[in-house]
C-alpha cells in the first residue's frame, strides 16, 4: 500500500515539475522567492515569498491590504520550491487553490508589517489552510529555512540577482577595512 501511495506521489510530482516555465512565469504548486532590493543585499536569506495555484498563478502578499496576483513586488522569482500536492490533507488541486485564495482573501484584509505579518506569514496560512503535511505550524520563520534548503534557481541571472548584490558589498566592506586598517 506504501508503494501505491509513493508511486503516486511521484507521478503527481513529475507531472508538476513538467509544468513549471519560467519563461511564462508559471509554476504550479510553488513557493517561489525573490530578492528585495537593499535588504536582500544585506542579507541574502532574506527575501520576497508568494505561493502559486495549481495552474502557476503567483500570489503573494505585496502591502498593506493588497495580495497582488502574477505581478510579484519584488519582480520575477529567482528561485522557487516545489510543492507536493498528494501531500495536502484533502488530497487535490482543488483543496490547494481553495487554501491560496482563501489565505490571499485574508490578506486582502491585513496591514502589512515586515517582522511579523508579511508575504511569508501570508504562505504560511495557505499551507496551513491546506494542511500540507498534515500540519498547522507553517510560519515565516521555517518557511524562510526550507525555501533556502529546498528552493532551486530559476535561472544563473537568479542566483546572481540573490548573491551578486552581497558579494559585492562585502568586497568594497572588506577592501575598505583593510585599506583603513594598513593606513594606520
Excluded: Q
Excluded at 12 to 36: D, G, L, M, Q
Excluded at 72 to 98: E, H, I, Q, T
Amino acid at each position: 500500500m506504501a508503494d501505491v501511495v509513493d508511486s503516486d506521489s511521484m507521478k503527481n510530482y513529475h507531472i508538476a515539475s513538467e509544468k513549471i516555465n519560467p519563461e511564462a512565469c508559471r509554476y504550479p504548486f510553488c513557493i517561489v522567492w525573490t530578492p528585495i532590493p537593499i535588504l536582500s543585499w544585506l542579507f541574502p536569506i532574506i527575501g520576497h515569498m508568494g505561493i502559486c495555484t495549481s495552474t502557476g498563478v503567483i500570489r503573494d502578499f505585496a502591502g498593506p491590504y493588497f495580495v497582488s496576483e502574477d505581478n510579484m513586488a519584488f519582480g520575477r522569482p529567482a528561485k522557487y520550491w516545489m510543492l507536493d500536492v498528494s501531500k495536502v490533507y484533502s488530497n487535490g488541486c482543488n483543496a490547494w487553490d481553495r487554501a491560496v485564495h482563501d489565505a490571499s482573501e485574508e490578506y486582502k484584509h491585513r496591514m502589512h508589517n515586515l517582522c511579523c505579518d508579511n508575504c511569508h506569514s501570508h504562505v504560511a496560512m495557505a499551507l496551513n489552510l491546506m494542511r500540507y503535511e498534515n500540519s498547522t505550524s507553517w510560519n515565516m520563520v521555517n518557511l524562510c529555512i526550507l525555501a533556502l534548503i529546498h528552493g532551486k534557481y530559476v535561472s544563473c541571472v537568479g542566483f546572481l540577482k540573490t548573491w551578486l548584490p552581497f558579494m559585492m558589498l562585502t568586497g568594497i566592506i572588506l577592501t575598505v577595512a583593510l585599506a583603513l586598517n594598513l593606513a594606520r
